[in-house]
Structure formats: structure tokens, C-alpha cells
């Protein structure tokens, strides 16, 4: 095992930099094409945009003081998992020899009006990351950085389905999504963001080659 995959797979990386993210919508989700990934750190910083979505949305959710309690524990646990993929992403990339994506600037909007919009927003935005993920699998070509990305996967999965719970959702199609997980494209995904981001040609220029 290289120390980059390492890294990955483990989590050793340094301070998550401050800056804000992506935002996302819960479009239709389609396989990832081949045109999409021209190499692994392609792929490692489309997920590093979407990890920026979901590390600055739980910084500034939780900051709103909307949930307290249990449900206030399990989000602060679930921002500081996001950060640190955006902290290992970051690192990976850059000892790939790759130039990680920067944290844009955007507006969460409503999001963070209540309770029930910020868990709803929380629970779109983590099962977007859910099928980011698994349309972007086929394309990595290093199985030890593929295998990493599967554990971050799982994580997505499993704060989809503690947010789903929190929602008071029903299991199937709600806590979570089905019998098989389906991937999101790369397009629909850029798609979505684009009504959240300040500058939303700069951001999918900065991902697309």
C-alpha cells in the first residue's frame, strides 16, 4: 500500500481550510459515463466539491442552533465526518500530484429557516453524495483509492439513514432508498449545484476537463 492510499483510507490529513460549498438538489440519479473521469484525481476532486457541500452545510446548520439534544450530537458528528473527507481528499490529491478544487461560494437558502428544512436539506444532500460516489466508482483506476472511497461511501449511507430516522421516515424509500443503491451522474450532479453556487460556471469549470 502506497502512503497516498494510506492516507486515504485511513484519514490522515491535515486542518480542514475554511471556505463554503457546493450545494446540491435530489435530482433523477444515471450511471456516471466513460467520458466523464479522464484519471483518479479527476475523480477525487468531484468528490471533493461534493464533500465541501456537506462540510460547510453542517457547519453553518449546526452553528443555527435548529436541533439540540441527541439529534444535535449526532449532527455535529456527522459535520466533523464530512470535514475530515474534505481534509483527506485535499491531501490526496496534492500528493498525486493533483491541484485540489477550491471551496466556492454559495447560499444554502431556506435551508436552515427550521428543523425539519435543515434535516430534509441534510438528508437530500447526503444521499446526492451517496449516488456521486457510486457513479463515479467504476472510473477510479487505483483499487486501494477505490477501495477508500467505498468506506466513504458507506459512511454517506449510513448519515443518510440516521437523518432519514431522525425525519421520522419510513424505512424503504425513506431512511434509506431501496433494495439496491443507483449511481448519480457527473451531469445531473453539476446540473443540481448550479442554483446554489455564486459562481456556478467558475465551480464546473474547476471540475470538468
Known sequence: MTDTTADLIHGNASAVP??????????????????????????????LALEYLEAEFYRQGNKANLVKGKEKEYLMQIG??????VATLTATIQKLGGTPIGAPAVDFGGAFDSR???????????????????????????????????GIFGVEARHAAVVGNLLGLKAEGGVYMSAFEKGASKSSTLAAVAPFLVDPDKVVAAITH
Do not use: P, W
Open 18 to 47: 475554511a471556505g463554503v460549498a457546493i450545494g446540491a438538489l435530489n435530482n433523477g440519479f444515471a450511471l456516471a459515463s466513460a467520458k466523464d473521469f479522464r484519471n483518479d484525481i479527476e475523480v477525487l476532486n468531484y468528490a
Open 116 to 150: 425539519k428544512s435543515y434535516l430534509t436539506t441534510a438528508h437530500i444532500f447526503e444521499n446526492k453524495g451517496v449516488g456521486a460516489y457510486l457513479g463515479a466508482a467504476g472510473f477510479v483506476k487505483d483499487k486501494m483509492i477505490l477501495q477508500a472511497a467505498a
Open 80 to 85: 466533523a465526518d464530512e470535514a475530515s473527507h
